[in-house]
């Protein structure tokens, strides 16, 4: 078989590279640092500046007592009736009921979840604190004043029909109404 002349060139090239280079390993290898220890028991401390706050002025203020620190952003979950996960929302603390609904609506519809909402108006919506809550939240209430993070969005119902627009008391009315009906 003819050598083929490239192939054979470069067999010995790596050859000539390899001479001499494995003979000896890294002193890593065998457990040794590359800088010897002049006491082997202590451990090496990483380079840092301890005085750097030293020449008595402090960089951070302290807090005043007076007023505490103003949030910016809240981050709620709003589980939507139906649906497998709680979608999480950050908004202003100084938002309304009003603006939470319409932004899971919108946050819902952008992350194509599942089941679609048969409507997405906002106003066809109402927030409770949980899905066992009957009662829902007042619309004009400010996110900060009402004491959760976590809350339930069902579909507002009128006369025991479908999705519609009714009073913001329907799920308590609608069961004493069938409270009263079953005593009978």
Same mark, same amino acid.
Request: aromatic share 6%; with cysteine.
């Given at each position: 078989?003819?050598?083929?002349?490239?192939?054979?060139?470069?067999?010995?090239?790596?050859?000539?590279?390899?001479?001499?280079?494995?003979?000896?390993?890294?002193?890593?290898?065998?457990?040794?640092?590359?800088?010897? +220890?002049?006491?082997?028991?202590? @451990?090496?401390?990483?380079?840092?500046?301890?005085? %750097?706050? #030293?020449? =008595?002025?402090?960089?951070?203020?302290?807090?005043?007592?007076?007023?505490?620190?103003?949030?910016?952003?809240?981050?709620?979950?709003?589980?939507?009736?139906?649906?497998?996960?709680?979608?999480?929302?950050?908004?202003?603390?100084?938002?309304?009921?009003?603006?939470?609904?319409?932004?899971?609506?919108?946050?819902?519809?952008?992350?194509?979840?599942?089941?679609?909402?048969?409507?997405?108006?906002?106003?066809?919506?109402?927030? +409770?604190?949980?899905?066992?809550? @009957?009662?829902s939240i007042g619309r004009e209430q400010? %996110?900060? #004043?009402? =004491?959760?993070?976590?809350?339930?969005?069902?579909?507002?119902?009128?006369?025991?029909?479908?999705?519609?627009?009714?009073?913001?008391?329907?799920?308590?009315?609608?069961?004493?109404?069938?409270?009263?009906?079953?005593?009978?």
């Amino acid at each position: 078989m003819p050598v083929n002349s490239k192939n054979a060139n470069r067999k010995e090239t790596e050859k000539n590279h390899r001479r001499g280079k494995l003979q000896e390993k890294a002193m890593s290898f065998h457990g040794r640092g590359t800088m010897p +220890h002049p006491n082997p028991g202590e @451990l090496r401390r990483p380079k840092t500046l301890p005085e %750097l706050f #030293s020449s =008595g002025r402090t960089v951070v203020e302290p807090v005043s007592s007076s007023k505490p620190p103003r949030l910016t952003k809240l981050l709620l979950n709003v589980t939507v009736q139906g649906s497998l996960g709680a979608l999480q929302i950050i908004i202003s603390p100084e938002s309304t009921v009003d603006d939470l609904i319409d932004a899971a609506i919108r946050l819902y519809v952008k992350e194509a979840r599942r089941p679609f909402l048969p409507e997405s108006e906002p106003a066809r919506f109402d927030l +409770h604190y949980s899905q066992f809550s @009957l009662e829902s939240i007042g619309r004009e209430q400010k %996110l900060i #004043s009402l =004491g959760s993070r976590n809350f339930f969005m069902c579909g507002r119902k009128e006369n025991g029909g479908l999705v519609g627009s009714g009073s913001s008391e329907s799920c308590s009315k609608e069961a004493e109404k069938e409270i009263n009906i079953n005593d009978f």
